[in-house]
């Protein structure tokens, strides 16, 4: 693999920062979400955007996608949304007298799944499905989805009538889960000054294309992760693992994950390396999700913001020079 060079890396920064700041004119006061959203993206993995409604999970986005010249589809996911109508389906056409197939919603660069856990798990294997094998198979032919690919998806924590929960295996394919949280005082107040006539969102052009992105994601594979901080996250992974409160630990996809956010992260940060303050940062988003928990933990609440707090805290540093 070929070192990146450090122009690169500085074009990098420059394009990450300037996509967060388009993102920021609508989504204001959301800096750390924002960013990790960009950082999945760099990172070609896929995010779960959790939260209570009405705080910004679509706008968020759809102002991702709008900031990027690509194709961008959102699928509303409900109990009746068949599998056919996230990947496709073949269609006789009298004309060429022939099955023609016709591309579904996942046909995209960046796919919305509005409220994922509304849908049968039928509809959510098929999207998870295409998640993972960036490809859809139909009529025994493999159609590949276009580069960059990234499904984020919603859902609402809070309600469980008429929804159908994503089991662990299928948690596991997301590379992140990120909230956004309610605004604060002063950012709620700005918010309904901005948006008291016409959504910034209308006026929200493209700063980067999508080519430029893929020159990004190809920058991010090249930061350097020394042996030492490799160490540290199957470290982490495994704490995770050997926690007594754990039923079912992180996997080794996660420590995956976790390097190839760390380096999207560093090159955010124009280095051409990954420090452990990069994985640590990370941690939380990449790890939660994938945690079980043993029925006594659950019944005394631990959560599992506590627990990756606890495996850091007790998880050697690496004092190795890392650049």
Same mark, same amino acid.
């Given at each position: 693999?070929?070192?990146?060079?450090?122009?690169?890396?500085?074009?990098?920064?420059?394009?990450?920062?300037?996509?967060?700041? $388009?993102? +920021?004119?609508?989504?204001?006061?959301?800096?750390?979400?924002? +960013?990790?959203?960009?950082?999945?993206?760099?990172? +070609?993995?896929?995010?779960?955007?959790?939260?209570?409604?009405?705080?910004?999970?679509?706008?968020?986005?759809?102002?991702?996608?709008?900031?990027?010249?690509?194709?961008?589809?959102?699928?509303?996911?409900? #109990?009746?949304?068949?599998?056919?109508?996230?990947?496709?389906?073949?269609?006789?056409?009298?004309?060429?007298?022939?099955?023609?197939?016709?591309?579904?919603?996942?046909?995209? $660069?960046?796919?919305?799944?509005?409220?994922? $856990?509304?849908?049968?798990?039928?509809?959510?294997?098929?999207?998870?499905?295409?998640?993972?094998?960036?490809?859809?198979?139909?009529?025994?032919?493999?159609?590949?989805?276009?580069?960059?690919?990234?499904?984020?998806?919603?859902? $609402?924590?809070?309600?469980?009538?008429?929804?159908?929960?994503?089991?662990?295996?299928?948690?596991?394919?997301?590379?992140?889960?990120?909230?956004?949280?309610?605004?604060?005082?002063?950012?709620?107040?700005?918010?309904?000054?901005?948006?008291?006539?016409?959504?910034?969102?209308?006026?929200?052009?493209?700063?980067?294309?999508?080519?430029?992105?893929?020159?990004?994601?190809?920058?991010?594979?090249?930061?350097?992760?020394?042996?030492?901080?490799?160490?540290?996250?199957?470290?982490?992974?495994?704490?995770?693992?050997?926690?007594?409160?754990?039923?079912?630990?992180?996997? #080794?996809?996660?420590?995956?994950?976790?390097?190839?956010?760390?380096?999207?992260?560093?090159?955010?940060?124009?280095?051409?390396?990954?420090?452990?303050?990069?994985?640590?940062?990370?941690?939380?988003?990449?790890?939660?999700?994938?945690?079980?928990?043993?029925?006594?933990?659950?019944?005394?609440?631990?959560?599992?913001?506590?627990?990756?707090?606890?495996?850091?805290?007790?998880?050697?540093?690496?004092?190795?020079?890392?650049?």
């Amino acid at each position: 693999m070929t070192a990146v060079d450090r122009l690169d890396v500085s074009r990098f920064a420059d394009r990450f920062a300037g996509i967060a700041d $388009n993102i +920021e004119r609508v989504i204001q006061g959301k800096r750390s979400p924002i +960013e990790q959203l960009l950082t999945c993206l760099i990172a +070609e993995g896929h995010v779960l955007i959790e939260d209570v409604p009405g705080v910004g999970k679509t706008l968020l986005a759809k102002s991702l996608a709008r900031s990027i010249d690509c194709e961008f589809n959102r699928i509303q996911f409900t #109990p009746d949304l068949l599998p056919s109508d996230v990947t496709g389906v073949s269609i006789w056409d009298r004309h060429e007298s022939a099955f023609v197939f016709k591309p579904g919603a996942i046909f995209a $660069n960046i796919v919305v799944g509005d409220e994922i $856990n509304r849908a049968s798990p039928k509809t959510q294997a098929a999207l998870l499905e295409a998640m993972e094998e960036r490809q859809v198979t139909t009529d025994g032919k493999t159609k590949l989805l276009p580069e960059p690919f990234m499904v984020v998806a919603t859902q $609402n924590p809070i309600e469980h009538e008429g929804t159908y929960p994503l089991p662990e295996a299928q948690l596991d394919r997301f590379m992140m889960r990120v909230s956004v949280g309610y605004p604060s005082r002063d950012k709620e107040l700005e918010m309904l000054e901005t948006h008291s006539l016409r959504s910034t969102f209308e006026d929200l052009e493209p700063v980067v294309s999508a080519g430029e992105v893929g020159a990004m994601i190809e920058i991010a594979r090249r930061v350097e992760v020394v042996p030492a901080v490799r160490s540290y996250i199957i470290d982490i992974v495994e704490g995770t693992r050997r926690h007594p409160e754990v039923l079912l630990g992180a996997s #080794p996809r996660s420590a995956l994950y976790l390097q190839k956010a760390s380096r999207a992260r560093a090159a955010s940060e124009e280095r051409d390396y990954v420090t452990p303050d990069d994985v640590k940062i990370l941690a939380g988003s990449v790890l939660e999700h994938r945690l079980a928990f043993r029925p006594e933990a659950q019944m005394r609440g631990v959560t599992s913001g506590e627990l990756i707090a606890s495996v850091l805290g007790s998880t050697r540093i690496p004092i190795h020079r890392t650049s």
